[in-house]
C-alpha cells in the first residue's frame, strides 16, 4: 500500500520550486504534476521533476490520485483555487497570503470545515529553530513583562522585479505591497511571538517604486499584552537589510535577524547562546525575491503532510494565516483613515 501523500503543484512561478524541491526531498511525499497557465511555465517544470502537465485546473483538482494541492499562483487567485480544490476532496497547502480578504479566509475555513480536509498557510518562517527557542522564552516569561515588539522589513526590489509581472504591485491581484507581499511574513512572525494586537496606527506611501501600492509603510501597534511597537516595511530601501525582530522587556532583550538570534541578554545571566548559530548560506530575501532557505518549505510541508495522515497538527492553518492577514488589512485600513483602528 501506497502511504505517501501524493501533490499536485499550481502554478510554477519562482516559489513553486521550493514546493516541488520539498516534495521531492521527502519520503512520505510523492508528486502527482504540475498546472500553470503559461504552458512554458508548466512544460519546464514538468520537464524538470519528470511529471505530468495538467491541462486545466479542473483536470488537476479532477485527478483521484493528488491528496494535496499546493498553490504558488499570483496571490489573488489563492482563495478561488483553494475553494475549488476544497470542493474536490484535496487538502490544500496556500503560499501567503491565505486571501486577500478576510471573507474569503472564512470561506476557505467553512469549506475545509465541510470537507474535512487540512487548509495549510505557507509561514515557513515559523519552523526555525531560533523562533521557536524565542516562542518558549516568551512563554515562560524569561524576560518579564514586555515593554515593546518591534519588526523592521527595510527591503529592496528594483522596478524590474514589478516590470517582471502584470499582477506584481497592484491592487486587485497582489493585495498590497511592502507589507502584504514581503512583509507578511515578518507579520505573521511578531503575531506569533506576541499575540494579538489591540490596535495599529500605519503611515503608507508609494515613494520609489511605479506600481500602484504602497513601497513604504510604518505602523505604530499597541500589543494586547500592553508592550508597544513598530512595524516598518519597504522594497526601496538599497541595497536591503535583513529582518530584525528586537523583543524587550523589563528583564532582558531578544533581537532575531532573518533566522538567526543575534542577541540575547537576559537579567541575572545569559541563559541561551543560540546566538552563535551562523547565518544560513545564500540568505538575502531582503533584497533578492528567491534567495530564500530551503529548509523551511521542506519542515512545514512535513508538518503538513504528519496532519493530512492524522499523525499531527497543522502549525499554521487557515486560523493562524487570517490573523497575520487581518493585521495587514487594518494597517491599510488605518492609512486610509489616517488614524488608529482595531485590529479583528
Known sequence: MD?????????????????LNAIRSIEDAALC??????P?????????YGVQVYPTYAALVADRAVDAVCICTPSHLHAPLALEAIRAGKHVLVEKPVALTLADCDAIAAAAQRAGVQVGVVSQLRYGPAIARVRHALESGLLGRLTRCDLYMKYYRPQSYYDSGTWRGTLSMDGGG????????????????MGPVDSIYALSGTLVRDIEVEDTLTAVVAWHCGAHGVIQASVGDYPGFPRRIEINGEAGTIVVEEDRIVKWEVEGG?????????????????SEAA???PAGHIAQLRNFIDAVRGEGTLLVDEAEGRKALALVLAAYHSAELGQPVPVE
Open 3 to 19: 502511504l505517501k501523500v501524493h501533490f499536485a503543484v499550481a502554478g510554477c512561478g519562482t516559489i513553486s520550486r521550493f514546493h
Open 178 to 193: 511592502a507589507l502584504m507581499n514581503q512583509g507578511i511574513h515578518g507579520v505573521d512572525l511578531v503575531r506569533y511571538l
Open 270 to 286: 545569559d541563559a541561551c547562546r543560540a546566538y552563535e548559530q551562523p547565518a544560513a548560506p545564500g540568505v538575502r530575501s531582503h
Open 40 to 48: 512554458e511555465s508548466a512544460g519546464a517544470a514538468a520537464a524538470a
Open 291 to 293: 534567495a530564500i532557505d
Open 33 to 38: 504534476g504540475v498546472y500553470d497557465t503559461v
